[in-house]
């Protein structure tokens, strides 16, 4: 793998980790049971997509 793909992957997975924190956040806060219902499928998507990334290097 050259150094540009492994600098795209650590891109990728700062933004994964990032939205990660930024919906679980909302989770934290959130009162509606939709919204955070919602906001919480969104933290597992991130993370499901942040392991995919971290498992190509």
Not at 2 to 9: A, H, N, T, V
Not at 25 to 51: C, E, M, S
Request: hydrophobic share 40%; with cysteine.
């Amino acid at each position: 793998m050259s150094s540009k793909e492994l600098l795209y992957i650590e891109d990728a997975l700062d933004h994964a980790e990032f939205l990660s924190k930024q919906c679980q956040d909302a989770v934290n806060t959130l009162t509606d049971p939709q919204l955070k219902a919602q906001a919480q499928q969104l933290v597992d998507k991130n993370r499901q997509i942040f392991g995919r990334f971290y498992a190509l290097v």
